[in-house]
């Protein structure tokens, strides 16, 4: 039940995400294209808050980070160097039974959001198998949804196969259960993984390079292949040294970037999550190796629970540093209205761990179809410079004056999606309740309470009336002055209860708007104009002359 009503929710978040030009597909026209997605007016809105207020948080309130804009396309040798050409893989299966291509670390996931996945599940529980329903399903739906299943195509050797399993084991996991009903007794000696679209058998996994190749040039030979990049952070290591030199920082300092990146992934899903074109938010913070930092401070911090990991000190190592940005990163999202609540902080295990990484924590966001990875955030070590000075012969140590010490920095990188953090907040901002309309009556509204930092929209200005040239003219007065410190939207169409709606649809955080007392109709009311609240529905009286600095402080 809860799980239906999980779904519900994405579907009217992805139905107003369209409704209201938030995101659409990519070339719907053409009936789109998997795994691109295009921002519409109110998401690309959203979009540019978020970036700007990332590259506010790392450039312009530090003295210790400066920023990069590279090339989607760089020089092929960079991702030889990273690893990606050799390692940037993912394992794929094709159904043999309707030829799709699955990610097979995915099988078991896309099952258990599928329908006939939550509905076989309903029927095995607690080791208990409703046999009546399971073989009711079997012959009704079951040939429509997946006909590839061992089940559908021979049910009754198959339930009599999973009678035994059940008797043999009475905790019987949901993935040996669906492995079972995939499974024809007779036909295979052990057990298969079944296509979660049509319930047929997968081929064995091969794994699939996720970058996208290109050519460079009017030549297509192998000679001119380059790729899309699939991360902006090698921009960052293979400009470490121009910047170093430009920018006059001292280890320990960061550099940082916004930008697309592309990856061929195999099923892209859950709506922009995974997408193939997405944009990130990377920073590189170059550290001193330990070896360095006990040189210097005699001794290198070690991280225990409690550990005040907000200000950086001279005998922070690799794993203070990593804490510290870990705090950093979520301070920052709190900031943008995504409460601690809302996140789960993953750290990884040895073996899940990226080639290059030493630790990797992942912030994950509890998203309506699960709590999955919105950042990375990892410690890197020296992997890729020292992978990029031996690919390019090019030195990529650094002089440590203090330290009298030449070497290859270490380093951390908190890596962030543009495109999920957008996601999550709008997730995070949707809501349904009720408020009372001109008549007192109350209605059903959706709202989307966007932290007034992200919205898409600052504030609406409407004039009471429109057919009140008076009004007009003053709404839009209003309108001229609040125009460059903030975005407005300017509505005059229809009873003010319904341009309410629209705005707080579109997230927007605050209506002015202009009535008779503006025109000075109650003489001590002469150019005030209402401040509606979205949240709280409260309407404040504020002064023309005072508006700007009235708004201001409230989405600052
Ligand atoms: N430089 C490290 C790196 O790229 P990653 O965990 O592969 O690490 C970092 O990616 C972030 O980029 C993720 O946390 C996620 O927010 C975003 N991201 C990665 N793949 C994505 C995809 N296919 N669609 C949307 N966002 C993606």
Redesign the pocket.
């Known amino acids: 039940m809860a799980e239906v009503k999980i779904n519900d929710l994405m579907e009217k978040i992805v139905s107003l995400c369209k409704r209201r030009g938030f995101i659409y597909q990519s070339s719907e026209i053409y009936g789109g294209i998997n795994g691109f997605w295009d921002y519409g007016p109110l998401g690309s809105e959203l979009k540019r808050n978020v970036r700007e207020l990332w590259w506010q948080a790392m450039t312009r309130f530090r003295d210790d980070i400066v920023g990069l804009d590279a090339t989607i396309i760089m020089h092929p040798k960079i991702w030889e160097a990273s690893g990606h050409v050799s390692t940037f893989a993912d394992p794929m299966s094709t159904c043999k039974v309707c030829k799709k291509l699955i990610r097979t670390d995915q099988v078991w996931e896309i099952i258990n959001d599928s329908e006939w996945g939550r509905t076989l599940s309903g029927f095995f529980s607690n080791g208990a198998l409703d046999e009546e329903k399971l073989l009711q399903w079997v012959h009704h739906r079951g040939h429509r949804q997946v006909p590839g299943l061992a089940l559908v195509k021979n049910p009754n050797e198959v339930v009599k196969a999973l009678k035994s399993a059940i008797a043999g084991n009475k905790d019987l996991s949901p993935q040996e259960f669906f492995k079972i009903i995939a499974t024809n007794p007779s036909a295979y000696t052990s057990l298969i993984t079944p296509c979660p679209y049509c319930g047929g058998e997968l081929t064995e996994p091969r794994m699939f390079n996720l970058m996208f190749k290109t050519h460079v040039g009017p030549v297509a030979d192998e000679e001119n292949v380059a790729y899309l990049r699939p991360?902006t952070?090698q921009a960052i290591f293979a400009q470490f040294k121009n910047i170093l030199e430009t920018s006059r920082q001292k280890i320990p300092f960061g550099i940082c970037q916004i930008g697309k990146a592309f990856?061929n992934?195999v099923t892209p899903r859950n709506f922009t999550?995974?997408?193939r074109e997405?944009e990130?938010m990377?920073l590189e913070f170059f550290i001193r190796p330990d070896e360095v930092v006990e040189k210097l401070a005699g001794k290198v911090a070690k991280w225990s629970e409690g550990a005040d990991v907000s200000q950086p000190q001279p005998d922070w190592g690799w794993e203070m540093w990593h804490r510290h940005w870990v705090e950093e990163r979520v301070k920052w999202y709190e900031s943008i209205g995504l409460s601690r609540d809302t996140f789960e902080l993953y750290w990884q295990q040895k073996e899940e761990l990226a080639h290059y990484a030493r630790a990797c924590v992942d912030i994950q966001f509890k998203f309506p179809f699960g709590t999955q990875?919105?950042?990375?955030i990892?410690a890197r070590g020296d992997f890729d410079l020292t992978q990029h000075q031996k690919f390019s012969g090019k030195s990529m140590e650094y002089f440590d004056e203090e330290a009298k010490a030449r070497y290859v920095p270490h380093v951390v990188?908190p890596?962030?999606?543009v495109?999920?953090l957008v996601l999550a907040l709008i997730c995070n901002a949707y809501s349904e309740d009720e408020v009372p309309d001109e008549s007192g009556k109350l209605e059903q509204r959706v709202v989307m309470r966007f932290h007034p930092r992200v919205a898409p929209i600052k504030v609406g200005v409407f004039p009471l009336l429109k057919n009140k040239p008076q009004l007009v003219q003053k709404a839009k007065e209003v309108r001229e002055m609040l125009r460059p410190y903030m975005s407005v939207f300017y509505d005059e169409a229809g009873a003010i209860g319904r341009r309410y709606r629209r705005q707080d649809e579109a997230g927007t955080p605050f209506g002015v708007t202009i009535d008779f007392d503006t025109l000075g109709e109650t003489n001590s009311l002469k150019d005030t104009v209402t401040v509606r609240d979205r949240d709280t529905l409260k309407q404040d009286r504020v002064k023309i002359d005072e508006l700007v600095h009235y708004l201001m402080e409230r989405i600052k």
């Open positions: 991360e952070a990856r992934e999550f995974r997408s997405f990130q990377e990875e919105l950042e990375g990892a990188e890596s962030a999606g495109d999920r």
